[in-house]
């Protein structure tokens, strides 16, 4: 009923970046979805998955403003000037506003107009800064993105955005990805082995935990 007719999928153990699975489309040689098309490497809008990133640097406790989860926004609508002067009003998917909420119940009920609030807070250009060292290499510069960037305005691709998640399941380690292992050639021989790089630790590992916490909240 929602014609959803395809799906892409990217499987990938956090502690080491080795992509487990990679499925492209629901079907290679179905043309009606573009089934041909690779949805796992191709840039698309994030929608709110974004969110959480925007919120870990929020939450950094070496920021001299660091938030709680217990930190206050008020969930109420307002107008933003963006970079070009035109006002923009974001809305919550649910139509309502919910007054004060605290940043748990802000990103755990993924409510949009706190969000916008939040990347204003921490600015633009430092979650760009931040998305690419998670590895989300594909946001461009930071004068090309709004406010609309925490709610999705910004394209992505799929295993760039399951990278960038695997610091979360990894304390705040960042890996990178790899899809090969090892190559050998047909006597056995050792053709090509990827160097092994240590993790980086991108998000203090506390923050990672309660980002983590928070989107395991169903209550919230």
């Given at each position: 009923?929602?014609?959803?007719?395809?799906?892409?999928?990217?499987?990938?153990?956090?502690?080491?970046?080795?992509?487990?699975?990679?499925?492209?489309?629901?079907?290679?040689?179905?043309?009606?979805?573009?089934?041909?098309?690779?949805?796992?490497?191709?840039?698309?809008?994030?929608?709110?998955?974004?969110?959480?990133?925007?919120?870990?640097?929020?939450?950094?406790?070496?920021?001299?403003?660091?938030?709680?989860?217990?930190?206050?926004?008020?969930?109420?609508?307002?107008?933003?000037?963006?970079?070009?002067?035109?006002?923009?009003?974001?809305?919550?998917?649910?139509?309502?506003?919910?007054?004060?909420?605290?940043?748990?119940?802000?990103?755990?009920?993924?409510?949009n107009i706190p969000a916008v609030k939040t990347l204003q807070?921490?600015?633009?250009?430092?979650?760009?800064?931040?998305?690419?060292?998670?590895?989300?290499?594909?946001?461009?510069?930071?004068?090309?993105?709004?406010?609309?960037?925490?709610?999705?305005?910004?394209?992505?691709?799929?295993?760039?955005?399951?990278?960038?998640?695997?610091?979360?399941?990894?304390?705040?380690?960042?890996?990178?990805?790899?899809?090969?292992?090892?190559?050998?050639?047909?006597?056995?021989?050792?053709?090509?082995?990827?160097?092994?790089?240590?993790?980086?630790?991108?998000?203090?590992?506390?923050?990672?935990?309660?980002?983590?916490?928070?989107?395991?909240?169903?209550?919230?």
């Open positions: 009923s929602h014609n959803v007719n395809n799906a892409a999928l990217v499987a990938l153990d956090p502690q080491n970046g080795e992509i487990l699975a990679l499925v492209g489309s629901a079907d290679f040689f179905d043309e009606s979805i573009d089934g041909a098309l690779d949805m796992a490497i191709s840039p698309r809008q994030t929608g709110s998955a974004f969110k959480p990133f925007v919120y870990a640097l929020a939450l950094d406790p070496a920021s001299p403003n660091a938030w709680t989860a217990a930190t206050s926004i008020l969930d109420v609508s307002t107008t933003f000037t963006l970079r070009d002067g035109t006002p923009y009003t974001p809305v919550n998917y649910d139509g309502l506003e919910h007054g004060p909420v605290s940043v748990r119940m802000a990103l755990g009920s993924s409510l807070a921490v600015g633009i250009e430092n979650t760009i800064d931040l998305a690419h060292r998670l590895g989300i290499t594909s946001l461009s510069d930071a004068g090309q993105y709004d406010l609309s960037l925490v709610l999705g305005g910004g394209q992505v691709s799929l295993l760039e955005l399951s990278t960038a998640y695997a610091a979360l399941a990894d304390s705040g380690n960042y890996t990178g990805n790899t899809s090969i292992l090892d190559i050998h050639d047909a006597d056995g021989n050792l053709l090509y082995k990827p160097d092994s790089k240590s993790p980086l630790q991108i998000l203090d590992p506390r923050v990672a935990w309660l980002i983590s916490d928070i989107l395991s909240d169903d209550d919230a």
